[in-house]
């Protein structure tokens, strides 16, 4: 059977090794011209384990890890140390839980995607028609085709939900927060660290392909174009006005450069449907079921999402009437329990009061005194 998968990141990649190896024709349509690098490390966690020791790249994962060199220092509005950080003290549902890079994991998946598997990169879905024989999809190039089925795995701003299953405001429910992301420049030594004032988090680390900032900071849902990059790079520069401490005058200057590589903006969102199948559309990843980047389960839920889709689809002669109540069932109870993680993610990276941010930073050093020597350094 033919299937159509749009988004080329690790919901999408997963979904197209396993249709793939299930039998199925695929083509991988993207909107950029390749696959997206930058972004923040993820996590392959609890059953995604399990999901990527049966594609094989389990090993692979583990290989190209991140490599934690030990807690690092948590800062306050004058730059000064108050306490030390490790996320593993907050963040592993297992003591097998892997942190890697995008770039990196999303190289290991197409590794593993058979060479028939057809990409199509700047290209996106027009419309769609669906009916009893499937999905008459027309490209935005003009190209049509007609598909089994489409998978819309294309994140937050899901142009395949849109089209099957109506408005992003249906769905996409503001967290509380904007998240930013960028490559810091080589040209100057950075301190790895993380600054916190009530509502703001600006950090920088280096997971091993490079330094990188990141900026959480909680607000109200701002109206803005998502494609204006120019318009997100203004208000990146408005939460970090904040704050005039540590290296944060450099960090700005990295957010607002318009050469500056590994740009990322965004709400962070969790995705609420009460179905994620459509006649014969699906969506998976961000696009059905955002955990939002708080929960740390976004890219877990995506590869075991893409599994159970494919093998259940499959299982099902590709009758989709009859794969749906089955998907839900066995997927409904991991998502819920994943977006639930993100509630405790929030007080942890973003205290809302300087008590808050007082007491999870006497957490910290706590912990620091409970875990110490428990966990070694990675590998280099």
């Avoid at 999303?106 to 590794?111: P, Q, V």
């Amino acid at each position: 059977m033919d299937v159509l998968i749009s988004g080329a990141s690790m919901a999408g990649l997963s979904a197209a090794c396993w249709f793939a190896h299930l039998g199925h024709r695929v083509t991988v349509i993207e909107r950029a011209d390749g696959l997206r690098p930058g972004g923040a490390p993820i996590d392959v966690r609890g059953r995604a384990l399990g999901t990527a020791r049966r594609m094989g790249i389990l090993q692979q994962i583990d290989d190209q890890k991140v490599v934690i060199a030990g807690p690092a220092p948590v800062l306050d509005a004058t730059g000064t140390q108050v306490a030390t950080l490790d996320l593993r003290w907050f963040a592993n549902e297992t003591d097998e839980d892997i942190e890697i890079s995008r770039d990196r994991l999303n190289r290991i998946l197409l590794g593993v995607i058979p060479e028939d598997v057809e990409f199509r990169f700047k290209a996106s879905i027009a419309s769609m028609v669906d009916g009893a024989d499937g999905v008459a999809v027309t490209f935005l190039d003009g190209a049509q085709g007609r598909y089994d089925l489409v998978v819309g795995a294309d994140g937050l701003h899901s142009n395949v939900r849109k089209l099957a299953f109506g408005p992003e405001k249906n769905y996409v429910r503001h967290f509380g927060y904007y998240v930013a992301l960028v490559d810091l420049p080589n040209d100057r030594p950075w301190q790895r660290g993380m600054l916190n004032v009530p509502g703001l988090t600006i950090a920088v680390r280096d997971a091993g392909d490079g330094p990188q900032a990141l900026m959480l900071c909680a607000s109200p849902e701002i109206d803005y174009d998502y494609r204006d990059v120019a318009s997100h790079r203004r208000i990146v520069d408005g939460f970090l006005s904040r704050v005039d401490a540590w290296q944060v005058r450099e960090i700005r200057s990295a957010f607002t450069d318009p050469a500056a590589k590994g740009f990322y903006f965004d709400s962070v969102s969790q995705t609420h449907m009460p179905s994620w199948i459509h006649g014969n559309v699906a969506v998976i990843g961000d696009a059905g079921h955002c955990a939002a980047l708080l929960s740390g389960m976004g890219t877990t839920l995506a590869m075991v999402a893409a599994e159970t889709l494919a093998s259940t689809w499959t299982d099902c002669g590709g009758d989709m009437g009859a794969a749906a109540p089955i998907y839900h069932e066995r997927l409904r109870p991991y998502v819920e329990q994943c977006q639930a993680f993100a509630h405790e993610g929030g007080p942890i990276m973003v205290p809302m009061t300087q008590e808050a941010l007082d007491q999870r930073n006497a957490k910290f050093r706590a912990c620091a005194e409970e875990f110490a020597g428990r966990f070694e350094p990675a590998r280099a």
